[in-house]
């Protein structure tokens, strides 16, 4: 006798997956702008390009996730603020090079589907698309029982943005002598958290109160990676920037190399800056080799300003007016 098999029974509830996209239309429709044509519901999101602010326009687009970052806040049962995190990296990533994000999109999967986990996810996804003035048209959902065990998931994004292509900020600017400035993080942002859970790997670490940074480890580690969107837009409106490095994955040394001349050096003062209590925490208590910190984690600097020495200060100047806490940190050699 045949046994009656159904996509339900396989571990895939459609009615769960619609019952989400019910919840979320209301919340996704208040990123829209006007340019935004069709949303979620069709096969493709269509966008307007707004041709008239723009002369000449290129397109920068850029893809990425929280990581493991993920299973922390599985841990502390919080799940909007990596809805944040994902956005506001993507954001980062064209925004220094100079570009103003348009729309964004999200992927979403799992082994079985959490409605309301998700729709914080999505929650937070979308508050941090209004925030950057960054329509939220589409996305994708996926239960898929056995490549991802119970209720585990995995968060994805990819954004989509515009930048004049006189504006577009590239190292080929970037000259001997330039200075760095550094702006400061939000705590790890979305860098490192694999090493972190292997140094804490359980609730009870996550919920140890600590009075370095006057906080629960776990909410410590949750913080928002912040958008700098708005202080690189206004710097930028205002002086000459010759290129800007999102300090993610790899760390300072390593992102920044990315954004300078192959035959140019960083030169970095690593103790032109207070290193926040958080990764002092994690060194110590993991005896973390200092030249593995480096290369694993922002250190408390997200973001850095390349600039001509001679305008320097005027700009370190600025940002404090801006309420930033900028640091000079090294030079290009």
Request: hydrophobic share 35%; proline share 2%.
């Amino acid at each position: 006798m045949l046994v009656k098999v159904s996509y339900k029974k396989s571990g895939v509830d459609i009615a769960k997956g619609d019952k989400l996209v019910d919840i979320i239309k209301p919340v996704v429709r208040k990123t829209f702008t006007s340019n935004v044509i069709s949303g979620i519901g069709n096969f493709g999101a269509f966008y307007q390009i707004p041709l008239k602010k723009f002369r000449n326009p290129v397109f920068v687009s850029s893809v990425d996730g929280v990581g493991t970052k993920l299973k922390i806040a599985s841990e502390m049962g919080i799940f909007n603020t990596i809805g944040e995190d994902l956005v506001n990296h993507c954001v980062n990533d064209i925004a220094v090079c100079g570009a103003v994000p348009m729309y964004f999109m999200d992927y979403y999967a799992t082994g079985k589907l959490n409605v309301k986990n998700a729709t914080e996810v999505i929650n937070g996804l979308a508050k941090a698309c209004k925030e950057n003035n960054c329509s939220l048209i589409g996305g994708e959902t996926a239960e898929m029982p056995g490549l991802y065990s119970g209720e585990d998931f995995d968060l994805a994004g990819s954004i989509t943005g515009i930048v004049e292509k006189k504006k577009i900020l590239d190292k080929k600017n970037v000259k001997k002598g330039d200075v760095l400035i550094g702006l400061e993080s939000t705590g790890l942002h979305t860098n490192g958290y694999s090493l972190v859970r292997k140094i804490f790997n359980s609730k009870k670490d996550y919920n140890k109160y600590y009075d370095e940074f006057d906080n629960i480890l776990g909410y410590e580690l949750l913080q928002i990676h912040r958008s700098y969107l708005n202080i690189i837009q206004d710097v930028s409106s205002k002086f000459k920037i010759n290129s800007i490095s999102h300090i993610t994955g790899g760390g300072i040394e390593g992102n920044t190399k990315r954004v300078i001349g192959k035959n140019q050096t960083l030169n970095i003062n690593w103790k032109s800056w207070n290193r926040p209590e958080i990764f002092k925490l994690i060194q110590n208590k993991g005896n973390v080799d200092e030249k593995d910190m480096r290369k694993t984690f922002n250190l408390g600097i997200g973001l850095i300003f390349i600039v001509n020495k001679n305008s320097a200060n005027k700009i370190f100047e600025y940002l404090i007016k801006k309420n930033e806490s900028p640091y000079i940190i090294g030079e290009i050699k």
